[in-house]
């Protein structure tokens, strides 16, 4: 089955403890991304990878790392995570057309809690 | 720069009663075209996408949308809303080599 995993789904830390919520495609797709969604603020990138690696900040990027050594996956890594870092994360990815990229597959998202 | 633009924050509709949902884009070209749908607690899914021919698109759950070139925009419709459809829902674009881009969403509110 295609699909976009993520894990943990649910993950609760505290100020300044490294976190990685791993990502992973089985659609060989070339682009993968990763988006935070707050109430009243909708989907924001975060970083985005356009090939093994090729990855580049999107629109909110600070306190996050990302690594894109394998094309299945692409981590999001959070090395002091802060309180203003919960969120909700969603992974996702998608192939590129030759003209254009097509839909993107989401992964099941992940809550994460910073105390 | 491009962008996809979803003027309305939130839609308050009757059960049974039509609906649109609002999508502008800015791109460069015709750009490919989606939406999304994002039912409470889960992921984003895709309901309907437009790369080109007909300009009148079906998806899934009885949804379909509307390409016009000339307003730049890619409406969502459906002829009756069942309270399931409640939901948030996004419109994105892609095009050429410039990374996907999605709207700020649109609530969808249902009453019985």
């Known amino acids: 089955e295609a699909q976009v995993t993520q894990n943990p789904r649910y993950l609760i830390t505290v100020t300044g403890k490294k976190l990685t919520v791993t990502c992973s495609q089985n659609?060989?797709?070339?682009?993968m991304s990763w988006y935070r969604q707050d109430p009243g603020l909708g989907l924001r990138q975060i970083y985005y990878s356009m090939n093994v690696e090729v990855t580049d900040k999107g629109d909110v990027p600070e306190g996050y790392k990302v690594s894109r050594k394998e094309k299945r996956n692409f981590p999001l890594i959070l090395e002091s995570p802060s309180p203003n870092q919960t969120s909700l994360y969603f992974c996702?990815?998608?192939?590129?057309?030759?003209?254009?990229?097509?839909?993107?597959?989401f992964g099941p998202g992940t809550r994460l809690t910073v105390l | 720069a491009q962008s996809v633009t979803q003027p309305d924050i939130h839609i308050t509709v009757s059960e049974g009663a039509s609906l649109e949902l609002r999508c502008n884009y800015s791109?460069?070209?015709?750009?490919?075209l989606f939406w999304y749908v994002q039912s409470p607690g889960q992921g984003l899914q895709l309901l309907l996408k437009y790369f080109s021919g007909d300009t009148l698109v079906q998806g899934i759950k009885g949804f379909e949308a509307e390409f016009k070139r000339s307003q730049s925009s890619f409406n969502l419709r459906k002829p009756s809303v069942h309270w399931s459809d409640a939901a948030e829902y996004f419109c994105?674009?892609?095009?050429?080599?410039?990374?996907?881009?999605f709207g700020r969403g649109t609530s969808l509110i249902v009453h019985p």
């Open positions: 996702a990815s998608s192939s590129f057309s030759g003209s254009s990229y097509n839909e993107q597959f």
């Open positions: 994105a674009a892609s095009g050429g080599s410039y990374i996907p881009t």
């Open positions: 659609m060989n797709h070339e682009y």
């Open positions: 791109y460069g070209a015709t750009p490919y």
